[in-house]
Every structure is written in structure tokens, then in C-alpha cells.
């Protein structure tokens, strides 16, 4: 069954275009994107098509007229229309975006024929509304019980035979867009399809959405057909822990990638840095978490990062929290709360994500997690079995079943030698991400050296309980209704973390937490670090910032007369 929900929200209204999405907040379930399917109201309220196939709508199925329900957005990349005559084809849940999509381009004066296409004619959605808006709409049925008998995909081939388009727009179950872009592909007709992928943070952040390096959520959902060739899509897609899942048993690839070609990263004396003996092209990374796949990785190094830390995997594979699980604290102050749960397929089902970030050639760091000495053992033995260079062991997530880790000095101090034990006999180092929601971060941090740590990442996010003030509940969909701040919050605090670090340790300090810019690396720099993670600003700056950090920094190390980065380290502390 498809409800249509009507929701008086202006602001979102008026800045939704054709093909974009909603985060739909059924509080106290879980927080899901919907694809918007029109805006009505003289643009004032939109309107959402959503069918009962899961425990969030069909609770939300129950809602009345008045209840509350939370929605932000609109988010992602919609439909670009091009061209005087176009074809839209829809199949299935799937034709609810594309009525906006028709709208808008009847606004434009385009002509438009609609392929609707569905199991029987009990299922077809927004026929009549496509005819009143002035479209010629053609319906398929797998049951011929309306239209042409067959899928939507006859019915487009049968069409293309006799009649042309200058574009077609597409949504619709996965191997049926698969087949439409064969079709259109071998017609010339420049194609968009929207992509359907589990959303989690809705802005880029969590990587949850990944299709072949690309975040469906602020990179699609919509695409070029072309974009997506050479991709899992029609393939397999991922999981809520990021496993891969086998949705078409017709590819020859199976589960795998296809491999993006060889990289070579720019050799720049200016950044060149050794840190534990492992050589960076550069200093700047990517901050854990903000890597699920290991094609978005790989585009990390493109951008310009030095080296790539993986998501936390553990020993088993395991979903995360419901949503809400990221959003930013408000608007524009590009702060953010998460509590993702560590979502992971399991160390063991890692290697593939492992295998494609290899193939940038930058040094490769693995962050792990671990409940105990004997899954942290575990965990590390597995590791052993992949081509890293480093492991950062996660002891710091502040809104997980083992948030007290940091708190008990004597068993943290226990996993880190039993991972000492298993990896250093093949010489691979082992940092430890601490975060200062303990009250002795550099105590603590004396203590893992001594148990035989080789670096402290430094800081992981701050614990916070954000509440919605209107319902009097917390927002985030984790039991505790506990969370990580992240972002801008942190950068003041970080900077001093770590100056208060790098006076009592011996060993390198990896910073992280607010770095924005290159005046934040300097100054963490001259604090104390060696090594930058980047995380909260691939929100606002998208992959840029890599390159951007780097130049910056060459300019600022050629023009005041430092030889390398390294110079900077710990400056502050020798004035």
C-alpha cells in the first residue's frame, strides 16, 4: 500500500527541486529519506508518496492529520532537464519523483511522454496526475490488466523504435534502470536515473550511501547514466553495515569492483613526512569514519590526501544505530552530532573495501575496535592478513556499549598490548585514538606509550545529549540518546589537547578535530602533531579541501622560509 503525506513546510518547499529528498523523522522508530514526488500549496507544502514496506512506514502509516513528524532537507543532486522532447520512465514505488520531475518540465514547455510501468493496475501510481499536467503517458503491466502487456522496459524499446527524445529521466527497482540505460545507451539518448542507497547522514558525511566512490546522498541520487558504467550498480549494493549484497546473480563481477587504475601520488618535498617509519607524501589524512568504502577512499587520494584511515571495524559485523544519526548542531555552524554505532561488515569482510583503497598508493591506516584483550587479539591477527601500514585502535567512541574504555586505564592498557603483541613482530605501528571526555587524556595517553603504543590520535568527538526541544525527547536514535560533537566545536579544544600532549609524550601525536584549513594544521602543528585527519569539513568542502590544505601550506612553509612541514612540529613549545 502508497500513502500520500502532505506536510505544510515552506522553506523546504521553495528550495526542492525535481529528483531530491527528505529525511522523514518518525521519532522514537527511526529517521528515512523519501524521495520528494511534488510540491503544492502555491509552493508552500510537499507532498511524499510512501509505501508500507518497513517498520518506519508503516508506522508512519498510522500517523493522522496533526501528529508530528520531523523532516530536513531538501538534500542531493536532482534532475537537470535538457532538451525540448523527453521520455520519463518509471517503474514500480519508483514514478513517485518523477511526477515533480514532469511538472517542472511541463513548466518549462517541454513535451513529455511518461512510461509507467507496474506489476498490475492496482499498483500504478500518479497515472491520472501525469495526464493532467498535459503529459502522453503510456502504462505497462506485468498482468496486462491496463496497457501494454509486459515490463516498462518492452514497452520503452517498442517506443524508441518509432519516436525520439532529446533525454530520458528514470526511477524505478535497480535492474530495471540497469535496463533502461542498456536501452537508451544503445540509442544515444543522454539518460538520468535516481539511485536508491541507505542514507544516514544525508550530507556527504558517513559514506553509509557509497556507489563506486560516489555519496548518493549529495552526489546523486540522480546521475548521468555514464557515471554510474564501470560501477556496482545493477550489481550489488551495501547493507546498514556496509556489506556487500549480491542483487544481480547475472554479473560476472560478483561482489567485486572494478579496479580504478593504478595512482601515483605527487612526491612534495615541502610535505614529505616519516612518522613511525612509514613515508607520507603528505601529512594530510582523512579522519576515520568519513571512509566506509574503499573507493571513496581512493578519490580521497585523487583529492590530494597523503595517506587514508579506514571506518572502525571490529570483529563482527554489525548495523549501527537507527536513525537520527548525524545532523549538524544549526544551521551554518558547521558543527555536527553522530552517533552511527559503528556500522562494519566485520574485519573479515573487509578486505575488498581494503583491496580498492590500495590502489591509490598512499599509506593505508586500518582504525579497528575491540570489546576485550581476546577480540582485540582477534582483531589484530586478522589484520595482519591485509597490506597496511598502520592500525589505529578506536578507544575513544563516546556513544558505543564500551564507552567506559577509556575510563578503565587498566584494561585499555591490557589491548593495547596484546595488538603490540601480534603486530609489531611484522612491524606495523600502532596509534590509539583518545578523545577528552576523561578527565586525564595525557595520563592516559603516558600509560598506552608505556604499554607500547607508537602514536596518539587526538581528539575523537565530545560527548553531548542533544534534545528536540518541541517533543522534549533526544534526537539521536541510539538507546542512550548519547552522541559525538564534531566539527568547528572542536578545533579551540583539539589544538589544546594536543599542546598539552606533546609536552609529556615521546611519541607522534596525529591530530584531529576541527581542522578547516591550513592555519588549523599550522597551529596543531606548532602544537605538537606530525600527522592531520580531516573529518567534519568533507561536509561543507567537499574532497577540495585536500588540495586546498596542501597548497596552502606550501605557500605558507616557501614563504617563510621552512625547508619541510616538519620544522613546524612542536614550535610552539621551543619558544
Not at 441 to 468: F, Y
Request: glycine share 12%; proline share 5%.
Amino acid at each position: 500500500e502508497v500513502k500520500t503525506f502532505l506536510f505544510i513546510a515552506d522553506a523546504i518547499a521553495r528550495a526542492s527541486e525535481p529528483g531530491q529528498f527528505v529525511m522523514v523523522w518518525n521519532p522514537g522508530v527511526d529517521e528515512i529519506p523519501i524521495s520528494i514526488a511534488d510540491v503544492s500549496g502555491g509552493g508552500e507544502q510537499i507532498e511524499l508518496a510512501i509505501a508500507d514496506r518497513g517498520d518506519c512506514t508503516h508506522s508512519l502509516h498510522q500517523k493522522h492529520e496533526g501528529d508530528l513528524i520531523g523532516l530536513r532537507g531538501p538534500y542531493g543532486r536532482g534532475f537537470r532537464i535538457h532538451g525540448s522532447r523527453i521520455c520519463i520512465v518509471g517503474g514500480g514505488y519508483g514514478v513517485a519523483p518523477l511526477l515533480f520531475a514532469a511538472r517542472r518540465a511541463r513548466e518549462l514547455g517541454k513535451d513529455i511522454t511518461v512510461l509507467v510501468g507496474a506489476r498490475s493496475e492496482s499498483e500504478l501510481l500518479y497515472v491520472a496526475e501525469f495526464h493532467d499536467i498535459g503529459c502522453d503517458v503510456r502504462v505497462a503491466t506485468e498482468d496486462g490488466s491496463q496497457g501494454f502487456r509486459g515490463v516498462v522496459t518492452e514497452l520503452l524499446s517498442s517506443t524508441l523504435r518509432d519516436e525520439d527524445f532529446d533525454q530520458v529521466l528514470c526511477c524505478g527497482p535497480e535492474l530495471m534502470m540497469k535496463r533502461v540505460c542498456g536501452i537508451t545507451k544503445r540509442a544515444g539518448i543522454p539518460t538520468q536515473i535516481a539511485v536508491e542507497r541507505i542514507v544516514k547522514c544525508s550530507c556527504g558525511a558517513c559514506g553509509s550511501c557509497d556507489l563506486g566512490g560516489y555519496r548518493v546522498c549529495t552526489d546523486g541520487p540522480v546521475f548521468d547514466a555514464e557515471e554510474l558504467e564501470g560501477t556496482e550498480f545493477g550489481c550489488w549494493k551495501r547493507a546498514k553495515s556496509g556489506k556487500r549484497i549480491q542483487i544481480n546473480n547475472n554479473c560476472s563481477s560478483g561482489l567485486s569492483s572494478v579496479p580504478s587504475p593504478a595512482f601515483t601520488p605527487e612526491y612534495e618535498p615541502l610535505l614529505e613526512t616519516h612518522l613511525c617509519g612509514i613515508e607520507f607524501p603528505n601529512p594530510i589524512a582523512n579522519a576515520a569514519g568519513f571512509g566506509v568504502s574503499g573507493k571513496l577512499l581512493y578519490r580521497y587520494a585523487i583529492a590530494g590526501a597523503g595517506a587514508l584511515v579506514t571506518k572502525s571495524v571490529g570483529v563482527r559485523e554489525q548495523e549501527g544505530y537507527p536513525n537520527p544519526t548525524f545532523f549538524e548542531v544549526a544551521p551554518q555552524t558547521q558543527s555536527y552530532v553522530n552517533a552511527m554505532g559503528l556500522p562494519n561488515p566485520g574485519i573479515r569482510d573487509y578486505g575488498p573495501e581494503i583491496e580498492d583503497a590500495k590502489r591509490a598508493n598512499v599509506p593505508l591506516i586500518l582504525n579497528v575496535f575491540a570489546r576485550d584483550v581476546e577480540e582485540s587479539r582477534e582483531v589484530a591477527k586478522v589484520a595482519l592478513n591485509y597490506p597496511i601500514e598502520m592500525l589505529e585502535f578506536n578507544a575513544s567512541c563516546p556513544h558505543t556499549d564500551f564507552v567506559s574504555m577509556e575510563n578503565n586505564p587498566k584494561l585499555l592498557r591490557s589491548i593495547i598490548e596484546a595488538i603490540r603483541e601480534v603486530i609489531h613482530p611484522h612491524h606495523i605501528p600502532l596509534a590509539v585514538k583518545l578523545s577528552p571526555n576523561i578527565g586525564d587524556i595525557a595520563g592516559l595517553a603516558m600509560t598506552l606509550e608505556r604499554a607500547g603504543a607508537d602514536a596518539i590520535t587526538a581528539i575523537n568527538t565530545v560527548l553531548c545529549r542533544p534534545i528536540d526541544r518541541t517533543l522534549d525527547i533526544p534526537i539521536l536514535g541510539n538507546p542512550t540518546g548519547y552522541g559525538g560533537k564534531s566539527g568547528r566545536a572542536l578545533t579551540a579544544g583539539g589544538k589544546q589537547v594536543v599542546f598539552s600532549l606533546y609536552e609529556e609524550l615521546k611519541i607522534p601525536i596525529i591530530a584531529v578535530g576541527g581542522i578547516y584549513s591550513a592555519k588549523d594544521v599550522i597551529d596543531y602543528a606548532r602544537n605538537g602533531a606530525s600527522l592531520f585527519q580531516i573529518g567534519s569539513a568533507l561536509v561543507t568542502q567537499g574532497h577540495g579541501i585536500f588540495r586546498k590544505i596542501k597548497e596552502d601550506l606550501k605557500d605558507y612553509i616557501r614563504n617563510n622560509g621552512y625547508k619541510n612541514i616538519g620544522e613546524l612540529v612542536g614550535e610552539a613549545h621551543r619558544r
